[in-house]
C-alpha cells in the first residue's frame, strides 16, 4: 500500500545538507520505500545527495510517498520533522 502526502518545506535553509541528512536517517529507519517528488524530480529519501538534488527552497511543496510495511509511520515521522522545520533554530 502506498501512501502520499502533499508537505510544504517551512525551514528558512530548505532542503539543506544538514536537513538532507536528519531525513535520510529517518529514512532508513522504516521498512519502507519513501521517495520525495517535487515538480519532474524524484529522490529517494534515504540517499542525502538525492534529496539535496531535489533544491527544495523554503515554500516549495514536495509530495512524500511511502511503499511498505511501515508506510504508515514513516510518513508520520517525515511529516513531524518537516513540519517541525528539522529541528533547526531560526
Given amino acids: 500500500m502506498t501512501l502520499e502526502k502533499k508537505l510544504t518545506i517551512v525551514n528558512k535553509l530548505g532542503l539543506h545538507a544538514r536537513a538532507a541528512t536528519q531525513l535520510a536517517k529517518l529514512a532508513n529507519q522504516f521498512d519502507a520505500t519513501i521517495t520525495l ?10 540517499s542525502v545527495l538525492a534529496l539535496m ?18 508506510a504508515q509511520n514513516a510518513l508520520d515521522a517525515i511529516e513531524h520533522l518537516i513540519s517541525n522545520k528539522f529541528n533547526e533554530d531560526e
Fill in 37 to 46: 517528488h517535487q515538480g519532474e524530480k524524484e529522490a529517494f529519501a534515504n
Fill in 53 to 70: 538534488m531535489l533544491e527544495s527552497s523554503q515554500g516549495k511543496e514536495v509530495l512524500l510517498k511511502c511503499d511498505g510495511p511501515d
